[in-house]
């Protein structure tokens, strides 16, 4: 059995009386007010109950996890601090325990290095906190910046012990003597 009727077009099995009206533009016209009896009725309640979706769920995982990190370098900035503003009596100290018979003598040059790695270690602690404080307050993955600070730290230590070190002639002539 086959349909001999014609194949109706486009809007001829509309219901009777129907009229298609062309959509409205989302966005009105300057010269355009919406009317109230348009805009969609929203009760009270129902907007405190409507989920805000640019809201994320915390992560308290994370929050522990860096801030156990922060304590930890809090912890190490003031030790680290602490060496570095007496530099040159910790360089002596090692220089005693190597067994190496040298007296270290750039001390004021030792001082000055200790002094400038001691507020750039406290601003990369400051930078940290002020970092991830910032990242967990925005709910987003925290926890690695504290420890990007303190590969950060150790860099900037390890500089400075360096230039310590090489700032003193007769420490570097006593260490090559006493390779050989």
């Not at 910046?145 to 012990?161: E, H, K």
Request: charged share 15%.
């Amino acid at each position: 059995m086959t349909d001999e009727r014609p194949k109706p077009k486009y809007g001829e099995l509309a219901p009777e009386g129907w009229v298609w009206k062309p959509p409205q533009p989302t966005t009105p016209d300057a010269h355009q007010t919406p009317s109230p009896a348009s805009a969609p009725v929203v009760s009270p309640t129902a907007r405190a109950e409507a989920p805000d979706s640019s809201t994320k769920p915390r992560n308290t995982t994370d929050l522990v996890i860096t801030s156990i990190l922060l304590v930890i370098g809090l912890i190490t900035t003031a030790n680290s601090v602490s060496s570095l503003l007496e530099l040159p009596a910790i360089i002596q100290q090692v220089l005693d325990i190597q067994g190496l018979d040298v007296t270290y003598t750039a001390t004021a040059a030792a001082n000055l290095l200790g002094t400038i790695g001691a507020v750039v270690l406290a601003l990369i602690y400051a930078a940290a906190v002020w970092l991830s404080v910032t990242a967990l307050r925005a709910r987003r993955r925290a926890f690695p910046i504290p420890i990007a600070c303190a590969v950060l730290s150790f860099m900037a230590m390890f500089f400075v012990l360096m230039l310590a070190f090489f700032a003193d002639g007769g420490l570097m002539n006593a260490i090559v003597e006493q390779s050989r």
